[in-house]
């Protein structure tokens, strides 16, 4: 297989102390993976996961202090030493080919590791950028002083999507550890011990977390992954991927694979995991609504002024009805059935409204008429408002009549719809609803818009379901589907190549909030999760 040539003259990442504060398709169906094996492999790639743990967290720990924050012109160049940070990362564990590539205003990272001629190539792609913070609203620490408590590690990008990603990284550790048993022989000159057979078994250095055995390609060099792996993480996620789809059609050839693995992902439960089969669309929209021509002091025109946030007040609350659909016309017209097992495995889950609401913190329940809570997350189109400004939202108030109020809207869109059709749908609906007294300017951001996805059947879903059942040490692993969007149809399509997930994440984990916080046991049963997903590749027909 053509190999590419990465960068060199880069060190592994090092490592600072951490401070710890406290203690339709069959391959869809839920008949539920046999249960995980406990053999001597599993045992043994289990206790190197859990042996690891420390140094996964100094590294994580050390990767949030980096604050990539993507749309802040001041951290630009942190965003460089993020992706920076994360591709001396793979170096370390011995990738032959990485690097730095420019994306708009951020940097992707590009790894490969392709010698295991005939298995499948698989591409993992994930994110590195993160989202704004606001200091004086954390609690737990500062966003970018991480911190260790009651089991979390808390800390901007924690789990959205730096811990994902080293879940990754130190799955390829265990995997290659793994690799490197098998490879033990019988010395029938040394009767009483085993020989290593052309590989040594990688050990780290505590202080710099870099591998010391051999690297790839030399000789006595640690074992190559049995499966191929490409990795593609973004620094452009959390402002819709702007970038990615002229990349992947400039450098579409090296992305090829068999199957793209997403991680940027949520998990149902710690306790309970489940395989993620879905993820829905995205539309952002902006609409401006003007009354009169300036600020006026309402004691002067108080009474006979149009008043653009009440009309804007009006507006939204037109946008459901009494059920609390979608109240746009021919919104709901081309969504496609929800397979009946998938509904049925939806409701399988150990869910309960009690443990949602403490866990999402979201306060009570409410939404479409009909549906349960996972269906309304997982299977069903939803709006919401993420920002509402009008008159004067900070500092004394001018106690006057606004001119202008304006929402940001977010659509969540399902299989069958299409993120250009919903926008043409919305802008129909605003031209026809708002009043003649008010001007208006919706702007739809086309751009970043992403469809929604469902996984196809394909082998490696019941290969997934496997290795989620031996990582996780369960005999039930359960289906969901993704509440948020991302790029996954754009991979799919571009590469022709089929998407599954996996990820990391937990709705309690705050993700976009303050005290963002990744579940340090579930990012242990992530990694091994994942070390066995590439053995199950491996031995996949």
């Known amino acids: 297989m053509e190999q590419y040539h990465g960068l060199e003259g880069h060190d592994g990442p090092g490592h600072e102390e951490l401070t710890h504060d406290g203690p339709d398709n069959e391959g869809l169906k839920n008949h539920g993976p046999e249960p995980a094996a406990e053999n001597d492999g599993g045992t043994d790639l289990h206790a190197f996961v859990r042996s690891q743990q420390g140094e996964l967290e100094r590294e994580l720990a050390e990767w949030v202090r980096v604050p990539g924050v993507l749309g802040e012109p001041e951290h630009a160049q942190d965003l460089l030493r993020s992706a920076n940070w994360l591709a001396a990362a793979f170096r370390g564990v011995g990738f032959p080919v990485v690097e730095v590539l420019p994306t708009g205003e951020s940097h992707a990272v590009y790894a490969e590791w392709c010698e295991a001629p005939g298995a499948p190539t698989v591409l993992v792609y994930s994110h590195h950028d993160v989202r704004v913070a606001k200091p004086e609203q954390w609690d737990q620490t500062a966003p970018f002083e991480p911190v260790v408590r009651d089991g979390r590690l808390y800390g901007r990008g924690s789990s959205d999507a730096k811990g994902q990603v080293l879940a990754h990284l130190w799955s390829l550790r265990a995997h290659l550890h793994q ?159 929800v397979p009946e097992h998938f509904r049925e495995a939806l409701a399988r889950l150990p869910f309960t409204e009690e443990d949602w609401v403490e866990r999402s913190e979201s306060g009570s329940i409410l939404g479409e008429k ?57 802008r129909q609906w605003v031209q026809d609803t708002v009043g003649e007294n008010y001007g208006h300017t919706l702007s739809v951001d086309l751009e970043t818009a992403q469809e929604p996805y ?88």
Not at 283 to 311: I, K, Q
Not at 395 to 413: I, K, Q
Not at 485 to 498: K, Q, V, Y
């Open 179 to 337: 690799q490197s048993r098998r490879s033990l022989t019988y010395d029938p000159q040394n009767p009483d011990a085993l020989s290593l057979n052309a590989a040594k078994t990688p050990t780290l250095s505590h202080s710099t977390g870099v591998s010391t055995g051999s690297t790839a390609g030399s000789s006595g060099s640690t074992p190559a992954p049995a499966v191929n792996l490409k990795y593609l993480v973004e620094g452009e996620e959390e402002s819709g991927s702007p970038h990615l789809a002229q990349l992947l059609e400039e450098q579409g050839d090296r992305f090829k694979a068999d199957l793209v693995l997403f991680s940027d992902t949520l998990l149902f439960r710690a306790d309970h995991p489940a395989l993620c089969l879905s993820l829905r669309g995205m539309l952002s929209a902006h609409l401006e609504l003007t009354g009169p021509d300036v600020d006026v002091h309402s004691g002067a025109v108080s009474g006979a002024a149009p008043n653009p946030a009440f009309e804007l007040g009006r507006l939204l609350a037109g946008l459901h009805d009494e059920d609390g659909r979608i109240a746009i016309p021919g919104f709901y017209d081309d969504i496609a059935p």
């Open 370 to 426: 009909g549906y349960t809570v996972p269906e309304r997350l997982w299977l069903r189109p939803a709006v919401e408002v993420t920002a509402l400004i009008a008159g004067d939202p900070v500092g004394l108030s001018s106690a006057a009549v606004p001119s202008v109020a304006s929402v940001d809207l977010s659509f969540r869109t399902v299989a069958g719809q299409r993120v250009e059709k919903v926008a043409e749908q919305f």
């Open 454 to 541: 469902w996984t196809p059947d394909h082998p490696a879903v019941a290969a997934l379901e496997r290795a989620m059942a031996s990582g996780f040490r369960t005999g039930t692993v359960g289906r969901m589907g993704n509440a948020g969007g991302g790029p996954a149809e754009l991979l799919s399509r571009s590469l022709d190549t089929p998407v599954l997930f996996f990820g990391t994440g937990l709705v309690e984990d705050h993700w976009h909030d303050s005290d963002e916080s990744a579940n340090l046991e579930v990012l242990m049963n992530g990694t091994a999760t994942l070390a066995c997903f590439w053995d199950e590749l491996a031995r996949m027909e």
